[in-house]
């Protein structure tokens, strides 16, 4: 894979990675295109510029981590790691089918290149905080990046990991809250505000950065940061458009956990063409 | 080693202080071998480890479900993780995290609860772990452990780390009749998922796990003074279950009683009787507790009120005896 750092390059990476998931959630009829089309920034930024890892030899010990948490999200990560080479683009449109490596959530039995099996939200942030940990032992350098949805912190495991990751003085442990303000039932300020939050995050002792999710220089800037952070976990908050790049789907809870229709689809690859 | 006729029981120390002791042993000759606890390192004994290899062993505080997947986590990263908690807390606040990060991406994860059954005493059911076998058993792939006494402790652990794949170990509170010797040839018969048959028998097999293997040992004696014969097996791995020992012993005593300090509703029981009832069915009796939760008291009093002793062991195998014929 060719990993690069230019953002015009990436943004263009990015567009491709929001029409494919758009492509396979409405070729499986079912699946969650908001929180992929929130999420693209962030993981595209990750895999093609800061993450240390090699798609020919995915089991490299020393590999940064990445755990998507909010695994209801996978087609975007799915898109990107076979644009990575993890796995094949041509069965990309199988998602959700009997028998796919491209499972509805992420699935470690099926595509062995994923670092975990997820979808019950809540436990992603321990298993980072687990693999950080290992890696310390290790006295490796690979940091652990995992992506929270913002409906997925109301879960209160993910307040005992964020207490155990700064009392055990993690600095090699990245939370990537894609706060997007939308989860399946409606406004995150109506089912359970999180505010405010990034007060919350630095309570429990995290290093803090607010970013605007979709602007790929600031990712790139706060993913920088966060690794010169001694000493503590950072957190970013990634301030998010929920289906964004596609007019009809952005700040829309519908689109939270509905396929497109074909219709629907033609008119979203359009507007991201 | 070859079933006995006799069997002396001598006084015995507590399995999670064997698990305690297994673990520091491991941490000495394996360094991928790492500990996590939530705040009972005392009690399970996890501390000897935390004392030699500070650095080996993460404190995760009163946050089990937490510490289950940090440490599913740690062995994604290559690790050894053994994570511990009294086994009521492990298995019911941890269970999700068994079931999602370890289970079913079959993950290097060993858990292990110490303080089962009802014989933590007077702490009363709150801390009380009688479904732990039923849950663990129902999660694909794990593999699940409940050794009898010091010795089979202090085996199984080291099996379990050379184990690749999910394993629960339980382990409990109160001292224990020592029923394997502590020789290296007594702990080098076992083996994960091939039961040890200790008393040879024709007219009723006893099969037990955890405390009640000691039970059941008693409870033979006191029926071959009535001329009944009993064939005692320790089953220290629940899952998988040694289904050829269970056939042969269905087809060759004919009659069946299972013992474990558990709710009788799943555990041991009822699988063993439904390779019981795949094979060769016979009639069986089950010794455990019956649908409901204990209270405070003494472990000797709780085991005598619940139905635990061998008492209770040799009634079962007399009734099982009786509709033989």
């Known amino acids: 894979?060719?990993?690069?750092?230019?953002?015009?390059?990436?943004?263009?990476?990015?567009?491709?990675?929001?029409?494919?998931?758009?492509?396979?959630?409405?070729?499986?009829?079912?699946?969650?295109?908001?929180?992929?089309l929130s999420a693209a920034e962030i993981v595209t930024t990750l895999f093609f510029d800061v993450l240390r890892h090699d798609p020919d030899n995915p089991k490299w010990p020393d590999r940064d981590r990445f755990i998507l948490s909010k695994g209801h999200c996978c087609p975007i990560l799915y898109a990107v790691m076979a644009e990575c080479g993890y796995c094949p683009k041509d069965k990309l449109m199988t998602l959700r089918k009997l028998g796919s490596i491209y499972q509805g959530h992420p699935d470690v039995r099926f595509l062995p290149a994923l670092e975990a099996s997820t979808g019950s939200l809540g436990l992603g942030l321990s298993l980072g905080l687990g693999m950080s940990l290992a890696a310390r032992?290790?006295?490796?350098?690979?940091?652990?990046?995992?992506?929270?949805?913002?409906?997925?912190?109301?879960?209160?495991?993910?307040?005992?990991a964020a207490m155990a990751a700064a009392?055990?003085?993690?600095?090699?442990?990245?939370?990537?809250?894609?706060?997007?303000?939308?989860?399946?039932?409606?406004?995150?300020?109506?089912?359970?505000?999180?505010?405010?939050?990034?007060?919350?995050?630095?309570?429990?002792?995290?290093?803090?950065?607010?970013?605007?999710?979709?602007?790929?220089?600031?990712?790139?800037?706060?993913f920088g940061e966060a690794s010169s952070e001694k000493g503590r976990p950072t957190c970013i908050l990634a301030h998010t458009v929920k289906g964004k790049g596609v007019s009809f789907m952005e700040n829309n809870p519908k689109f939270h956990g509905t396929a497109p229709t074909r219709e629907e689809c033609a008119k979203a690859l359009q507007e991201l063409a | 080693m070859p079933a006995k006729t006799k069997y002396a029981l001598t006084p015995g120390a507590a399995t999670r202080e064997a698990f305690g002791k297994a673990l520091v042993e491991l941490g000495r000759t394996n360094p991928d071998v790492v500990a996590l606890d939530a705040d009972l390192s005392k009690s399970t004994y996890t501390a000897g480890f935390a004392k030699e290899f500070p650095d080996r062993f993460i404190e995760c505080g009163?946050?089990?479900?937490?510490?289950?997947?940090i440490a599913s986590g740690m062995a994604s990263a290559g690790k050894i993780p053994f994570a511990a908690s009294f086994s009521v807390f492990a298995l019911n606040k941890g269970f999700e995290q068994m079931r999602v990060t370890a289970a079913y991406p079959h993950v290097n994860l060993k858990v292990v609860g110490t303080h089962s059954g009802i014989s933590i005493g007077e702490d009363g059911p709150s801390q009380m772990s009688v479904e732990d076998l039923s849950l663990a058993c129902s999660l694909p792939g794990f593999t699940v452990?409940?050794?009898?006494?010091?010795?089979?402790?202090?085996?199984?652990?080291?099996?379990?780390?050379?184990?690749?794949?999910?394993?629960?170990?339980?382990?409990?509170?109160?001292?224990?009749?020592?029923?394997?010797?502590?020789?290296?040839?007594?702990?080098?018969?076992?083996?994960?998922?091939?039961?040890?048959?200790?008393?040879?028998?024709?007219?009723?097999?006893?099969?037990?796990?955890?405390?009640?293997?000691?039970?059941?040992?008693?409870?033979?004696?006191?029926?071959?003074?009535?001329?009944?014969?009993?064939?005692?097996?320790?089953?220290h791995t629940v899952k998988p279950l040694d289904r050829e020992a269970i056939a042969r012993a269905a087809r060759e005593t004919g009659a069946m009683v299972v013992s474990e300090e558990h709710l009788a509703d799943g555990g041991l029981g009822v699988r063993v009787a439904q390779v019981v009832a795949e094979t060769h069915p016979v009639p069986m009796e089950f010794v455990g507790i019956q649908n409901t939760y204990a209270e405070s008291g003494t472990p000797e009093q709780l085991l005598d009120k619940y139905g635990l002793l061998a008492r209770d062991v040799a009634a079962a195998a007399r009734r099982v005896v009786q509709r033989k014929r």
């Open chain 1, 1 to 36: 894979m060719q990993k690069t750092s230019d953002v015009v390059q990436l943004a263009a990476i990015t567009k491709r990675m929001r029409r494919t998931a758009i492509e396979m959630i409405t070729e499986a009829g079912s699946g969650h295109p908001g929180g992929s």
């Open chain 2, 145 to 235: 452990i409940s050794p009898a006494d010091e010795t089979a402790m202090m085996a199984l652990v080291k099996l379990a780390a050379e184990h690749f794949g999910p394993v629960f170990i339980r382990a409990g509170r109160p001292k224990v009749a020592r029923i394997y010797d502590a020789s290296g040839e007594a702990g080098q018969q076992f083996k994960i998922g091939q039961s040890i048959e200790l008393l040879e028998g024709s007219d009723v097999t006893l099969i037990a796990t955890g405390l009640m293997v000691a039970e059941s040992i008693r409870a033979a004696e006191t029926l071959e003074a009535e001329g009944i014969s009993a064939r005692v097996i320790d089953f």
């Open chain 1, 167 to 222: 009392f055990l003085r993690v600095d090699n442990l990245v939370a990537i809250v894609d706060y997007n303000q939308i989860q399946l039932d409606g406004f995150v300020k109506d089912i359970l505000s999180l505010e405010p939050l990034a007060d919350k995050w630095r309570g429990f002792g995290w290093h803090v950065i607010e970013a605007y999710g979709h602007d790929i220089a600031a990712l790139q800037s706060a």
């Open chain 2, 62 to 69: 009163i946050a089990e479900a937490n510490m289950i997947a």
């Open chain 1, 137 to 160: 032992l290790n006295g490796g350098k690979s940091r652990s990046y995992v992506v929270l949805g913002d409906g997925e912190i109301q879960e209160g495991q993910i307040w005992e």
